[in-house]
């Protein structure tokens, strides 16, 4: 099956008088990992609730492709998983129950179940301790236990707000090689909100966000290279320092 792709025209919303997306347009390929790049405000869950059709945008467009074709939103909606900041699994339920429960959420059949659930499991390294209660797991691997949930319904689209925030750095490592095996082996695109400037690098295209709006998408060191930048710490605080002289 071929991949998805996503474009998005003009996207505006305005919460409580504020706008909190101005005008966004961007391309997001099919099988890459797209990383949405912005301080803490600059509209990043408020634009990954629009793509997943939980907020409605005051003007602009929303469009998915397969192999360049548009589709409708309900035709591709069961292919599209997310992984809100803030998870919403159950402290007195194990890794395996948390699967189990997700199983039948998704409806999957047995022997379907049976195979996404250990591959998962292998990939997030996490087959050896399935007993263990989610209130008795790590920060990284409590990010992890809620990825393979989202993940177990084989997703085309996989939406990820702000996954590596609160954990250690050697968790956030561990879930980043995660998420590059899973783009190896599997046609998924990938969206990932991070306010951690270096994650931008990890990624394969990046999109810069400030105060809702767009700034600036593409590779992250051709970004660099033209911004004359050494980090996108760099790049933003360049722009806040050229609105503040304006």
Same mark, same amino acid.
């Given at each position: 099956?071929?991949?998805?792709?996503?474009?998005?025209?003009?996207?505006?919303?305005?919460?409580?008088?504020?706008?909190?997306?101005?005008?966004?347009?961007?391309?997001?390929?099919?099988?890459?990992?797209?990383?949405?790049?912005?301080?803490?405000?600059?509209?990043?869950?408020?634009?990954?609730?629009?793509?997943?059709?939980?907020?409605? =945008?005051?003007?602009?467009?929303?469009?998915?492709?397969?192999?360049?074709?548009?589709?409708?939103? &309900?035709?591709?909606?069961?292919?599209?998983?997310?992984?809100?900041?803030?998870? &919403?699994?159950?402290?007195?339920? =194990?890794?395996?129950?948390?699967?189990?429960?997700?199983?039948?959420?998704?409806?999957?059949?047995?022997?379907?179940?049976?195979?996404?659930?250990?591959?998962?499991?292998?990939? *997030?390294?996490?087959?050896?301790?399935?007993?263990?209660?989610?209130?008795?797991? &790590?920060?990284?691997?409590?990010?992890?236990?809620?990825?393979?949930? *989202?993940?177990? &319904?084989?997703?085309?689209?996989?939406?990820?707000?702000?996954?590596?925030?609160?954990?250690?750095?050697?968790?956030?490592?561990?879930?980043?090689?995660?998420?590059?095996?899973?783009?190896?082996?599997?046609?998924?695109?990938?969206?990932?909100?991070? =306010?951690?400037?270096?994650?931008?690098?990890?990624?394969?295209?990046?999109?810069?966000?400030?105060?809702?709006?767009?700034?600036?998408?593409?590779?992250?060191?051709?970004?660099?290279?033209?911004?004359?930048?050494?980090?996108?710490?760099?790049?933003?605080?360049?722009?806040?320092?050229?609105?503040?002289?304006?």
């Amino acid at each position: 099956m071929t991949g998805l792709s996503l474009q998005i025209k003009n996207l505006t919303k305005k919460m409580k008088k504020n706008a909190a997306l101005q005008g966004l347009s961007m391309n997001f390929q099919a099988r890459q990992i797209h990383g949405i790049i912005g301080p803490e405000g600059a509209g990043k869950t408020t634009f990954l609730r629009h793509i997943m059709g939980l907020l409605k =945008s005051d003007e602009g467009e929303i469009i998915f492709f397969r192999d360049r074709v548009p589709v409708a939103f &309900s035709e591709i909606r069961d292919g599209v998983a997310y992984m809100p900041q803030t998870q &919403s699994l159950y402290p007195e339920l =194990s890794i395996h129950e948390h699967l189990e429960f997700f199983r039948t959420l998704y409806q999957l059949p047995a022997a379907e179940y049976q195979v996404r659930r250990q591959k998962l499991l292998q990939m *997030a390294r996490l087959e050896d301790v399935t007993d263990r209660l989610a209130a008795q797991l &790590s920060g990284g691997m409590y990010k992890k236990l809620g990825l393979i949930c *989202a993940l177990l &319904s084989s997703p085309q689209v996989l939406l990820l707000d702000e996954p590596t925030n609160g954990v250690d750095p050697l968790s956030r490592r561990d879930f980043w090689e995660l998420l590059y095996e899973l783009k190896q082996q599997e046609e998924i695109l990938i969206l990932i909100t991070t =306010s951690y400037m270096d994650e931008a690098l990890k990624c394969e295209q990046v999109h810069l966000l400030f105060d809702g709006k767009a700034l600036m998408e593409g590779p992250p060191r051709a970004i660099l290279q033209q911004q004359n930048c050494k980090s996108f710490d760099d790049v933003f605080l360049q722009y806040d320092s050229a609105l503040a002289s304006l």
